[in-house]
Nanobody, 122 residues
Framework: QVQFVESGGGLVQPGGSLRLSCKISRIIFSICGMGWYRQIPGKQRELVAGITSGGSTNYADSVKGRFTISRDNAEKTVYLQMNSLKPEDTAVYYC????????????????WGQGTQVTVSS
C-alpha cells in the first residue's frame, strides 16, 4: 500500500514562508509525476503545483511567482517552497502522484495522505 508522509505545515504570518515535504513510499518515484494540492473546507481539492518526472513544472495562477515545487528522487520526496504567503493560502495541503504523462483529476486519485495544515494569519 502506498504511504504518504506530508509535513512542514504550520501557522505563519502573512508574507511569511513555509516549506512542505512529502515522502511517498512503495511507488517507482523517479518515473512519476508529482503534485501538491490543497483543500479548504467546503471546497473541492485543487492543484497548486505539479512536476513531471523530467522536472517540468506548472502552477496554479494564484501561486505563480510565490511557490516552487521540486523533487528529490533519491529521497522519494517532493517539496513545496511557499513564499509571500497570504491568508487565502490557508488550507490543508496534500501531495499525490501519477504514472504516465496525463495528470488525473483530483477526484480520481485512489488514495490520499493525511495532509498538512497551513494557516496564514496575523
Amino acid at each position: 500500500q502506498v504511504q504518504f508522509v506530508e509535513s512542514g505545515g504550520g501557522l505563519v504570518q502573512p508574507g511569511g514562508s513555509l516549506r512542505l515535504s512529502c515522502k511517498i513510499s512503495r511507488i517507482i518515484f523517479s518515473i512519476c509525476g508529482m503534485g501538491w494540492y490543497r483543500q479548504i473546507p467546503g471546497k473541492q481539492r485543487e492543484l497548486v503545483a505539479g512536476i513531471t518526472s523530467g522536472g517540468s513544472t506548472n502552477y496554479a495562477d494564484s501561486v505563480k511567482g510565490r511557490f516552487t515545487i521540486s523533487r528529490d528522487n533519491a529521497e522519494k520526496t517532493v517539496y513545496l517552497q511557499m513564499n509571500s504567503l497570504k491568508p487565502e493560502d490557508t488550507a490543508v495541503y496534500y501531495c499525490n502522484y501519477w504514472y504516465g504523462s496525463r495528470r488525473p483529476d483530483p477526484a480520481n486519485f485512489g488514495s490520499w495522505g493525511q495532509g498538512t495544515q497551513v494557516t496564514v494569519s496575523s
